[in-house]
C-alpha cells in the first residue's frame, strides 16, 4: 500500500520505550521474591481449544500515552469496552468485543516516551517460543524480552526482525482462537511494512514456515501473502518512503471502510490513508488513534 508521506510521523521513532514499560507491568511479578504479584493477563480465548495455528496473530496491545482518550475512541468506533484487570491495576486496562477479551490497553507515562508515538503490539503464535526466539537470532533478529510464562497466557517473548519491526511470539497454555474468520470489529491479523520485502518474507519463512502467495490487489500486484494453514496470516508492504520505520500494523474487519473512516477525524483521530480505489479497491483504510497508535481496518 503506498503511503503517504503524512503518515510517516506516525510511524517513525523508537519502541523500546513503550516495549520496556510493557515488560516492567506485566512480567515483574513473575519471581517469587517479587513484592506485588503480577497483572493477570486475560486467557487468549474463553475456552480451551488445544489449538496449535503457527504463524497466526491471535493477540494485540496497545500502548498508549493517553489512555482515557483512546478508550473513548475505540469505544466509539468498533464498540470494544475497556476493564479493570483481575487486580485491579489501573495502568493495564482489557479490552473486550462483545464480551470476549481480544487485547491489552497499557498506559505510557508521557515523561518516558517523549515524542514517541503510541503504537499497538502484535502477538505471533508459534509452537515453541524458545526454539522460535534461537531461530530469530539466528537469522539476525533480536529479543527484546526472552521468554517468559505469563499467568493463564502461556510463555512469551517480544522480539525485533532485522529491520526493526517488533512483535511478540506467543505459545498459549490452552491453546489458539480457531479459524477461519474473526468476527466484525475485531482483528482480523497483521500487516507488515518491510524496507526490504523479500528478505523479510524470508525471515519469517525460517520462523514459522509461511507459504507465500502473490495477490493482485490493484496497484500492488506483487503483494505478499503469508499462509499457514490454508489461511492467510498475515500481509507484506514494501514502504515506499525512507523516514518510514519497519513496523507491524494490526488491522480490524468492519462492515463499511467508508463509513468508519469519515467517524475517525470527528472522534479525534487522523485518517492517514483514506479508502481510495486505486488501493485495494477502496476496502481498506490506515488510522492513527487520538495518541499516535497506527492501524488499518479493512472490509471483510
Not at 517479587?34 to 493477540?59: M, N, Q, Y
Not at 515524542?115 to 537470532?137: F, G, K
Not at 517468559?148 to 498459549?172: I, S, Y
Not at 463509513?259 to 490513508?273: D, F, K, N, Q, T
Request: overall charge negative; glycine content about 6%; proline content about 8%.
Amino acid at each position: 500500500m503506498p503511503i503517504p508521506h503524512k503518515a510517516s510521523r506516525y510511524l517513525m521513532g523508537k519502541t523500546r520505550a513503550l516495549i520496556m514499560l510493557f515488560l516492567v507491568l506485566m512480567v515483574s511479578g513473575l519471581c517469587g521474591a517479587c513484592a506485588t504479584p503480577s497483572p493477570r493477563v486475560p486467557k487468549v480465548t474463553p475456552e480451551p481449544t488445544h489449538l496449535r495455528l503457527d504463524g497466526k496473530f491471535i493477540w494485540f496491545d496497545l500502548f498508549t500515552s493517553d489512555l482515557q482518550a483512546t478508550r473513548q475512541f475505540y469505544e466509539a468506533l468498533f464498540g470494544w469496552s475497556f476493564q479493570e484487570t483481575p487486580l485491579g491495576e489501573k495502568q493495564i486496562l482489557t479490552i473486550t468485543h462483545e464480551g470476549v477479551p481480544i487485547a491489552n490497553a497499557v498506559s505510557a507515562d508521557k515523561t518516558k516516551i517523549k515524542d514517541q508515538p503510541s503504537r499497538w503490539l502484535s502477538y505471533m503464535s508459534v509452537a515453541d517460543v524458545d526454539q522460535t526466539v534461537l531461530r530469530i537470532e539466528k537469522n539476525h533478529g533480536s529479543v527484546y524480552m526472552p521468554p517468559k510464562n505469563l499467568p493463564d497466557r502461556g510463555r512469551v517473548a517480544v522480539v525485533m526482525d532485522p529491520e526493526g519491526a517488533v512483535f511478540a511470539v506467543v505459545t498459549t497454555s490452552e491453546g489458539d482462537p480457531p479459524d477461519p474468520a474473526f468476527d466484525l470489529n475485531d482483528f482480523l491479523g497483521s500487516e507488515l511494512w518491510a524496507k526490504h520485502r523479500e528478505t523479510a518474507v524470508k525471515f519469517y519463512q525460517a520462523l514459522v514456515g509461511y507459504e507465500i502467495e502473490m495477490v493482485d490487489v490493484g496497484n500492488e500486484k506483487d503483494y505478499h501473502l503469508l499462509v499457514t494453514d490454508d489461511q492467510p496470516r498475515a500481509g507484506v508492504v514494501q514502504i515506499p518512503w525512507d523516514d518510514v520505520k519497519p513496523n507491524w500494523v494490526p488491522y480490524v474487519a468492519v462492515v463499511n471502510v467508508e463509513a468508519v473512516a469519515a467517524r475517525v477525524e470527528p472522534l479525534g483521530g487522523r485518517l492517514l490513508i483514506a479508502p481510495n480505489p486505486e488501493i485495494r479497491e477502496g476496502n481498506a483504510a490506515i488510522i492513527a488513534d487520538p495518541s499516535g497508535a497506527v492501524f488499518g481496518i479493512q472490509e471483510r
